[in-house]
């Protein structure tokens, strides 16, 4: 063993020493977790006082609560007998129980959103600056099935607001627009009855809407106005269910980076569903935000304060209402309530592109939605720290992003030519050792001597000052390069719908021809720049494998395996973003480039010269080594 392997697992053994100190917990972190576990069991003793107080009529309404999206049917009051029915199964909201639906549009710069009297919530939303990939508007969800409700016992009576009709506060329009500096304010309030057809306009719940002109993000606040004597006094929490069925935006669903529900602790890390099968997950501590989020795009509740705890879900309808349909998200959140005049919960929603940049900018942790690695750090800090400034930087200059992609991978491949440089030489070695490995080869035929063989080749790399071991570390020093590249570009907005050449999606696959058929794991199109990165990296593969001299006789099945792997990347890749094919493709003509720069920079008569000169140099034993000798002469053993 030389001295660069050794330097080598001193290497690796140091980072997965760092690696392991920085995984390991510290006090902060290991009391941060045992307040958690304190939460969750403060949180069920509640629960379980709570049930105990609980009578039986109350249960009855429980099981109204579980059910809130059931079709509300309208009544029309014909006298006070209606009325009094009414008032018994809806207590003081009986009047808000009948009434017409209307719709009102608020919009900033960014985004419109409308809101329906009947619950007085967001029913549509559309974002402004953004299409579909067939250049519709780009509307987040599907506003025929959409729901938004705040349910709590009034009475003991079983309530959800969305059942409800409310009233603006400002009736002077039903179209307000904010832009630039400026700042709506827009009130939908669900108030208490004071008499037959009387409302109490000093007592209601407020949904209060605050859009900064050029914003995704806005205020939305629940305010309980004088409800003291309307909210059962037992009530320590409310409960808030949203539910949407997302419209399918792009023109492909991509398998690692699809839609779901992700969210937030309280404090602590984000976390998500599954996003290839239906999931459900309860939580019970608490939640900072909950976001449905597609693949660009989110919608996302977050809590000034924070949610109490939540139930989380994701399906996928056998039989969707809509063409459109993409997916289907569920949460019902505790909101903490205080038994007291004037309860104010405040909460943001966020309805926008999941650019990395803008969402960072909030501190919320919302970046996290956007997977460029978070599982494995290396990735994440490539992408964070590297990739995204200077991809960003390089858009900002207004050019074609094909561009961009172009002068990224040079700057990549030029960071990385002393890796690359550092390979050659492994591999120029090898090429001029291969007539002696050829020797050694002819002098042990037989199969039962391969470890003589093995033990006399290695032997000769030691005499050489040759190791072939040392081209395979600067080789894994790039996989995380390309690993971070292969989840940076899918997860890309800024591809988003960006024609270069023939392709006129660079976030979605490359099509030059339709086939008639569809071929298993391959598709019913043929993208270009899959096939020309799978026929670079044949060639590349060859051209290796002709460059790598003595090792490309040792692993025939691994040959095998390379010439493999280039036809499954095309299945792989054919539905995947064009522009991370064609990022591959430029590195693997960069690459070319390099090796037959290395191949005239390089004289491999003087290389041999100099190997050869290294076999006659008497080699230095390290001090290891010499300590070893000394113990076995110690026992009687000669070195």
Known sequence: MNRNSIIGFIIIGAIMVAYTLWMTPSQEELAKQQRIQDSIRMEQRIQRIQDSIRNSQAETAVKELEQPNEPYEETVLEGSQD?????????????????????????????????????????????????????????????????????FFADRKAINTQNFFFQPADTSSKHLVVSGDNVLIFSMRLYTDAGEGITDPSRYIEFLYTLKGDDYMFDFDINMVNMESVISATSSYMNLNWYADLRQQEKTIDRFNGSTVYYKHFEDDVDYLSETDDDMEQIKTRLKWVSFKQRFFSSTLIAKNYFGSGTLETIEKENPESARYLKSMDVNLEIPYNYNSGTHVPMSFYFGPNKFTRLKKYDLGLERQIPIGWSFFLLAWINQYIVIPVFNWLGAYGWNYGIVILVLTILLKIALFPIAYKTYMSSAKMRVLKPEVDEISKKYPKKEDAMKKQQAVMAMYKSAGANPASGCVPMLLQMPILFAMFRFFPASIELRQQPFLWADDLSSYDSIASLPFEIPFYGD?????????????????YLNNQMMGAQSNQLPGMKTMMYIMPIMFLGIFNDYASGLSYYYFLANIITFGQMFVFRYAIDEDKLRAKIQANKKKPKKKSGFQKRLEEAAKKRGYKA
């Open 83 to 151: 009325y009094q029915q009414l008032q018994s199964k809806y207590a003081v909201f009986a009047n808000a129980a009948i009434g017409n639906e209307s719709f009102y549009i608020i919009e900033n710069d960014v985004i419109e959103l409308e809101i329906s009297n009947k619950g007085g919530y967001i029913k549509n939303v559309r974002l402004k600056q953004y299409e579909t990939y067939d250049s519709l508007p780009l509307i987040l969800f599907n506003s025929e099935t959409t729901r938004f409700g705040l349910s």
């Open 525 to 541: 199109h043929v993208s270009l720049f899959t096939l020309l990165m799978a026929v670079s990296t044949i060639m590349y593969t």
